[in-house]
């Protein structure tokens, strides 16, 4: 029985009112999604049809390279972001903090989890709030699903207050619940009413399923700002869900999902460089995050890897691993001779395999280099 088995499963009961059942359901669920979650290792997406070509004449030093980009309009050092990972219980409070401490200590956006919890029982709010406080400087997103109102929405975002918010898409794993929706009308329509009633950037995102072109386009004709592509290749909701009921569910379904390089190509094709594209999922590599980058990805977000290693090593372990992960960035772009990320998505790339016949059937070129750039504006 390995460590992870022997840790302590989150108990059934929450010190709240037992009159409200759902929200009960909620919070238990937050903690048992993180207890789970840890048991599987922070995935890798397949971007090995994506191949670089070597520069072995870059006129380059790696001090000279710069990693800086714009996202939603603002100009950051770096192109990660901490992607959205929980809140509403104590545990989850602690990992906000943390995480809030390295984004602040590292300069990144991050992304609070679903904050309906806290919406629907007041006593989850500083566990939201907590980030905020940590990193009162700090870019913030707010986070709540499809369901969402303008209401809602805007009181997510008062919350934390919220340089932007995240919209969730989560059927595959909704479905998967025993207590989850299975009920999706209407999602797009909510959606272009947050976007006109509230006065930050909306980000679209999803969860590890992926975003299709024709989703992207849909999204695109709404006015999101960002789309965040959340492709198969991290944290794997059904597998968790499967976990959290002790029983198989849709084994047919357990490899659902479009890959993270393909649903990245997809939505950057569908978006024509008018709305920022982030690659999420399965992101935790360098090379990978190179691979993104060059293909026209505006930032990259990492979830289930800082909380991976924040629970093992902790938070300045963290910081370190994601300090080493940027200067390897670096690297890579002399390598290919790109000294800034515009010059990056200029760099000849060669698209095979799977990958290259996928956007074949889809009516793609895998030759063709989509002009999406996100340079860096001094």
Same mark, same amino acid.
């Given at each position: ?129 907590? &980030?905020? @406080? /940590? *990193? ?9 699903? =499809?369901? %969402?109102?303008? #209401? ?42 947050? &976007?006109? @009633? /509230? *006065? ?9 399923? =992926?975003? %299709?072109?024709? #989703? ?163």
């Amino acid at each position: 029985m390995t460590a992870m088995n022997r840790r302590k499963r989150p108990g059934r009961k929450q010190l709240i009112p037992r009159k409200n059942r759902d929200k009960r359901i909620r919070l238990r669920r937050k903690d048992e999604h993180l207890f789970f979650a840890q048991g599987q290792r922070p995935g890798f997406a397949d971007f090995t049809d994506i191949h670089f070509i070597h520069n072995c004449l870059p006129e380059l030093n790696i001090q000279g390279v710069t990693i800086c980009t714009s996202l939603l309009g603002k100009v950051h050092r770096s192109p990660l972001f901490i992607n959205a990972v929980t809140g509403g219980t104590r545990r989850a409070s602690k990992i906000n903090a943390d995480l809030a401490w390295v984004a602040k200590k590292s300069s990144l956006p991050m992304a609070v989890g679903s904050q309906l919890v806290a919406l629907d029982y007041p006593p989850a709010i500083p566990s939201f709030k907590v &980030v905020r @406080q /940590v *990193n009162p400087a700090g870019e913030i997103w707010a986070n709540l699903g =499809g369901y %969402a109102t303008p #209401e809602q929405a805007r009181r997510a975002i008062e919350m934390v207050n919220a340089d932007a918010l995240q919209i969730h898409l989560n059927v595959p794993q909704e479905l998967a619940m025993a207590e989850g929706d299975t009920s999706f009308r209407g999602i797009l329509n909510r959606i272009a009413e947050i &976007v006109v @009633q /509230v *006065n930050v950037p909306v980000i679209v995102k999803e969860v590890g399923f =992926g975003i %299709a072109r024709e #989703e992207a386009q849909e999204l695109k004709k709404i006015g999101v700002a960002a789309i965040d592509v959340g492709g198969k290749g991290g944290t794997n909701f059904i597998k968790i869900e499967q976990s959290r009921q002790s029983k198989a569910l849709y084994p047919s379904l357990q490899d659902w999902g479009l890959p993270t390089a393909i649903t990245l190509i997809e939505s950057l094709t569908a978006t024509g460089g008018k709305v920022d594209i982030f690659a999420a999922g399965g992101m935790a590599s360098a090379l990978n995050i190179a691979k993104a980058l060059a293909l026209g990805a505006a930032g990259i977000g990492l979830a289930a890897w800082p909380v991976y290693i924040l629970l093992k090593e902790g938070r300045t372990a963290l910081l370190r691993k994601i300090q080493a992960l940027e200067q390897e960035l670096r690297a890579i772009m002399l390598l290919v001779g790109a000294a800034d990320i515009a010059k990056l998505q200029e760099v000849p790339l060669v698209i095979t395999g799977f990958t290259a016949e996928w956007l074949r059937q889809r009516g793609l070129d895998p030759g063709a280099r989509a002009p999406f750039c996100h340079p860096c504006k001094r």
